[in-house]
Structure formats: C-alpha cells, structure tokens
C-alpha cells in the first residue's frame, strides 16, 4: 500500500452507462471537490466527495471517502481523478472493457491442463512438456494406485482398492499438482454455464468463445469420469475424491518432473454426488451438439447418484493437508445430494429425481449466504440452474424470488460498503475470498438474467471495481489487468520469482485475496496477524493463504467477463 494512490479507482476502468465509483483515502470531515481529467490534461467532470461513515470503515480500517462520476458521458483511455494534489492511477471508459480479459481468465485452464502439452505458439512464454504423463522421473497419473500404508489406514479404516487406474487428464486445481473432485466440479459447473450464457448473447464475437469453452469443459469432464470406480470394485460407480503426490511437490517444479509418487484417495459420497451433479450438467448443456458425449456424461451421472445412495456416509476426512495435497473435507452433504438431484431431474425431467428436489431441506432453504458459495456450500448452484432451466418446476416462481431476494440482500451489503464489494464477513474473510466475491456477483447477474432489471447488472459492473484495485491496498487482483497488479502468486509451474527459468503468473490469473481467518490446514501467515480483513494479503509466493491461483476462482472470473463483456 505504500506509495500507491490514495484515490483508488478500478484501474482497468469503467463501462459508460454503468456505475462509476472511487475511493479516497481521507480523515477529511467535509465535502472535498475532485474532477476527472482526460489524457490531453483537460477537465472532463467535477464533483465532491461524500465522507463515509462509519470511521474507520471496517474491513478496512481506514477513513475514506466515496467519489461518484458516474454522470460522466466521456469514453477514452488514459483517464485520471484528482483530489487535491493526489491523483489515481490511469483508467479508461469503454463498453469493450473486458473483452480480452474474458480471454485470457479461460486461456489460464489450458495452461493447468494436466497429461498433455502446452505449446508455446499457443500460450507464448508458456510452453510445457506434458504434466504427470509417465515419463522420468515423474510416475504419471495413467496407472495410479489407491493409496496404501499406515498414513493410508488411519484416514481411511479397513479401505483396499485393488489395480491401477487411469486417472490422466483435467486441471491442476492451484499452485500444486493436485486434482480434486469437489473443486474441480464447481470449476467445471461454472464453465458450463458461462456456455449457457454465451447462447444468450445477441454478440457473435463474445459467441465465438463457445467452442473454446466446450473444448476446456470437455478436457475436465473427461477427467472427472476417469475418477468414476469402475465396475468390480465394491464402491463401483463412486469417485474417487483426490489424486495427488504423497509429498508436497518441490516448489517451484514443472509438472512433468514432479518426482512425488501420485496416489488415489477412497473415494467420497460428496466426491461422487458433484461428479453426478456436473456431469448431468454438461449432459443437458452439450446434448444439442454432441449427443453420444451427452448420453455418456448422463449415464455416468445416474451411476453415480445410485452409488452415493449405496454408500451414503463416505466422509472425506480433514488430514490437514499433511500428504501432498489438500483435504477438500466436507461433512455436511444435504446439500450435494439437492444439487445432484437437481441436475439430474434438469437433464432427465424424471419424477425420482424431482421427488428428491422437493422434498430437501435444500429446496426451503435460503440458498444464498452473504459469504458466498463454495465446494463446500453448493445450494447455491442447485437453484441458479432451478431458476434459469427449471420452468416445469410447481414453484418456480418461488424459486426465481428467491434468487432475487438473496440478490437483493447481497446488492444491500454492496450499498453498505465503500469499495463497491458484496462481501464483508464480520467474522474473518475468507481463503480464496475473491472467488466468493465473483460467485456473489453470479448470483447478482442470474437475478439480472431473470428479472431484466438493469439495477442488477449495475451492481456487477461495481462490484468488479473492487478485484480491479478499488479496495484498502490498491491492488487489482488480476494477473496483467490495472497498473498495480497482483504478479508474485504462489504457484509451482509460474514460479518465476523463486526462479527464473519458470513463466511469471499469467495474464487474467486471479490471486486468492485477503484472509482474515487461521485455516487449520495451513500455519497462519504471523505478516497478517491484527491487520484489518481487506489488508490480509500478500503479493508474494512465500503467502499460500492468500496468494494461491485456484481454477474455482478462476471459473466465476470467467463467467463475469463474459457477463460484462456480452450484450445480454
């Protein structure tokens, strides 16, 4: 924070007809005029600032003030605002502000494309070799073992799984090596619907996405499919919950020398009813294209849901990440089960599965906390897909209200806030809070989708103002987007500030964001201990707890460029 600007703007900028909002650091009582100018060093508007209260805001910390131009009708690069002396950093106005940003945050899934080569024509300065496909001295992910020994005992009791599988394929989930079922599903879920969405845009140059999108889409499904137990095994048609190496890889390391030994943890009821849910999902959405693909994912989808309701109680188990990778625990599964069964009845119309949907607590729960969304708390994309597909549904209307109510509750809490952000957990911001504050933003954009009502579609606009730099350090989020931008995440692949012969972080990379709350998982960084929530973060690789890259941040980022950048 020191040195940058006290007026934070959103440093890639604003779209004309949308909110245009900053934010100055001031212990200033009263009204104080600043204007904007333009790259020529003209004078393009002029207003007053509005002192926030309380003081010091929050999550924060500071005492701020509001600058609101968003009357301002002029479009152009290289825009400023001065208060005083002080002055922000350059944006710029434009409706094609986020087009290539839509690009390059879905470019950043191939590059975490596992078993396969990265050509340097097609990523530049990106190039790899295959990731885990077998070759020395990296063991590979095409024969994989379940997990066997003492360690292997403990978390999983009386557990054998005979053979070797071939688990090759799908995205690295973050700045290791491992692949994981629960996160690895919402990512792809994500994407799925940002193709939905880009059926509904009347642009043929966002709609030009859609074939990249199906192809990355399709890369993790197959994976996901590969995680299936095969027929044989006593939990047949179960998913195997994680695969990664027994150790933590060595940081930095390419992915095709990893030399840790890569093993299959049993498999989880959590694991197998995401499988079900995403599956049913890209079945319902890729049937018009691809039909035999469709009939394969909306099979594996069935025998999925059947294993979870044989085995129901398989808890994936918190080992506090001691064995190369991360638990991805949850032992609260109502609601993978109501998001499973919702799919599953969206792509089959089968009253089984509508049974199941009505009768969970799910489907009279509010499905939307202001905290956001998650692997752990999947609710939340049941209904947005209820809402958006679910018409034959008897009370549909209820479920589109609720969308708008929970949309309506999380647009209040970005009124509340300075930054412009719909997210503000009293109790401690969380790991990876910029992928809740996207995922809220989803929700915002859904209730826009459903009600037309352009009020929403605003709050999205603003609520990127925050990932983009208008927030307590300066500091837009985004890989290669505003001028003071995250560059030094913790990543083993993009290790190029631990050594140079690795790529730095890419372009449209979403860092994780502040943490304010001690995992139990990993030591709590003592640089962020008594700081205010916002200020939990580190732009450096030595910050896994906020400075990690993850593909379920990664996906709703995608979602909202496209949102933003499509004329819907």
Known sequence: MIGRPRVRVNQLGYVPSWPKRATWISDAEGLVPFAVWDQSGSVIYTGRSEPWSPRPEPTSGLSVHVLDFTDLEVRGVGLWIAVGSERSNRFEVSNRLYDHLTVDALRFFHLMRSGTRILDSIAPGYGRPAGHAGQPPNRGDKAVRAWTGIDAEQLYPGWRCEGVFDVSGGWYDAGDYGKYVTSGAIAAWQLLSTIDLLRKTKSARTKSLVNPLVNECRWQLDWLLRMQVPAGDPLSGMAFHRVHGTQWSPMPGWPHEDPTERVLHRPSTGATLQLAAVAAQGA???????????????????????????????????????????????????????????????????????????????????????????????????????????????????????????????????????????????????????????????VIAVAHLLSGDSRYAAAVSEGMDYLLGRNALGQSYITGYGSDYSAHQRTRQFGHDLDPAFPPPPPGALAGGANSRPSPDFPYDSRLVGLPPQCCYLDEPTSEVTNDVCIRWNAPLVWIATYLSSDI
């Open 284 to 442: 319902r959405l890729l049937r018009g294209t691809d039909p035999a693909y469709a009939a394969t994912l909306l099979n594996a989808a069935g025998v999925a849901y059947e294993a979870a309701q044989r085995h129901p109680t398989l808890i994936a188990p918190d080992d506090h990440a001691k064995f190369g990778g991360g638990p991805y625990a949850d032992n609260r599964l109502e609601d993978d089960w109501y998001w499973a069964a919702a799919e599953l009845w969206l792509a089959t119309g089968r009253d089984r599965y509508l049974a199941h949907v009505v009768s969970s607590p799910e489907h009279a729960a509010d499905a939307f906390e202001l905290a956001g969304f998650d692997f752990d708390r999947v609710t939340g994309p049941a209904w947005l897909d209820l809402a958006l597909a679910g018409t034959e549904l008897a009370d549909h209307e209820r479920v589109i209200n609720s969308v708008q109510a929970g949309a309506d509750r999380l647009v209040e809490l970005q009124n509340q806030q300075p930054w412009g952000q719909p997210y503000a957990p009293i109790e401690g911001w969380d790991w990876g809070s910029n992928g809740r504050i996207l995922n809220n933003l989803v």
